[in-house]
């Protein structure tokens, strides 16, 4: 249920409404936004009085609502949510573009790279640390290693580092060494691990499930955000399909469908989703150009010998070039990229 207030509604009404509210068991969000004052209500609303709500002088309407999340709704929360990582935004027209290698191989490697991506504009840098892979043969990543090496290319080049959890006793290691915690595609669905996520005071990047509708990327972000962790990131990778010429689909529909349900950012992975480094342009512009407010790529200085997705993997030349195109079509769309001084 959400509470659309008057413009004249004073803060000793809304207090005293939020007061009355936590004592019949309801907890309250309360949205500012550019128009109108909006308080969403969270819990069981079944006993309230609706007449009677309507009745106070100081709301406009109330309105029942389906969906069953709640913090991400953007009847709740009617503008964007901007997620702030170190001085860089992402959402609210403020695009960023996250690249790195799909796994961190060495010192010399990922120091590298993110010199060369910061160079051209990427904001954050990824890496994979800890790699979920289908085969227990393949390589796994460097562990907490992998998680230094990170830590020394922020050091070397300023941009904040985002890398996959997988294990709930990794929390401490993370919150405390990682800027962005990413969930990947395979723990989409690890409620134990979202709650415990949902606790900390840092921004996640959720990505959605291989099999998984929208609903049920926006119910795992509502498990983090019933936590108190609102500074969630959604990412679209794509989904699987009966299609096998590209490693999966993407869901480029994605993109309005939760801007409309949703308030918080989208990003998309041009590169898990094809599968191919020759589609990863044209997949980024056209996700640009469809509204997502960034993107994920993967960057490797050698793709044919990496250790992990090299066939998805651009190089940074072709980067770069990238990088040029995507700030052509931002200006058509009215984003921009704002990064923090050196």
């Known amino acids: 249920m959400i509470l659309v207030l008057k413009e004249n509604a004073s803060k000793a009404q809304i207090d005293n409404l939020i007061a009355w509210l936590k004592g019949m068991g309801v907890e309250t969000h309360l949205s500012k936004g550019t128009y109108q004052t909006i308080l969403g209500l ?29 913090n991400a709704n953007r009847k709740f929360h009617p503008d964007d949510t901007v997620v702030e990582i170190n001085g860089r935004k992402i959402g609210g027209g403020n695009f960023q573009v996250i690249a790195g290698p799909c796994s961190v191989e060495s010192e010399e490697q990922i120091t590298f790279i993110a010199g060369e991506v910061k160079k051209v504009g990427a904001g954050l840098l990824r890496g994979g640390a ?46 405390e060494c990682v800027d962005v915690i990413q969930v990947g595609a395979r723990n989409m669905q690890n409620f134990e691990l979202l709650k415990e996520l949902g606790k900390l005071n840092k921004p996640i990047l959720l990505k959605r499930g291989l099999a998984n509708t929208i609903q049920e990327l926006l119910m795992s972000a509502e498990y983090i955000m019933a936590g108190g962790n609102h500074q969630v990131i959604l990412c679209e990778r794509g989904i699987r399909t009966f299609e096998t010429y590209t490693r999966n689909t993407l869901d ?9 349900l949703s308030h918080l950012p989208v990003v998309i992975d041009p590169s898990h989703s094809t599968g ?50 995507i700030r052509r079509i931002l200006e058509v ?8 001084e050196d």
Do not use: W
Request: negative net charge.
């Open 42 to 70: 969270i819990g069981d609303t079944s006993g309230l009085d609706e007449d009677m709500l309507s009745s106070l002088d100081f709301v406009e309407t109330v309105k029942r609502i389906r969906e069953p999340f709640k």
């Open 130 to 175: 800890f790699k979920p892979r289908t085969s227990p043969y393949a390589f796994q990543g460097l562990g907490d290693d992998g998680i230094r090496l990170l830590m020394e290319a922020r050091k070397a080049t300023g941009l904040p580092i985002v890398t996959e959890i997988m294990d709930a006793g990794h929390i401490p290691m993370f919150e």
């Open 252 to 260: 480029l529909s994605a993109i309005p469908v939760i801007k409309e």
């Open 276 to 325: 191919h480094s020759r589609f990863v342009a044209s997949m980024s512009l056209a996700a640009a150009a469809a509204g997502a407010d960034g993107l994920i790529i993967e960057v490797h200085n050698d793709p044919q010998h990496a250790l992990c997705d090299g066939p998805q993997s651009i190089t940074p030349e072709a980067f770069a070039e990238l990088m040029k195109d």
């Open 333 to 340: 769309v009215g984003k921009k990229i704002e990064l923090p």
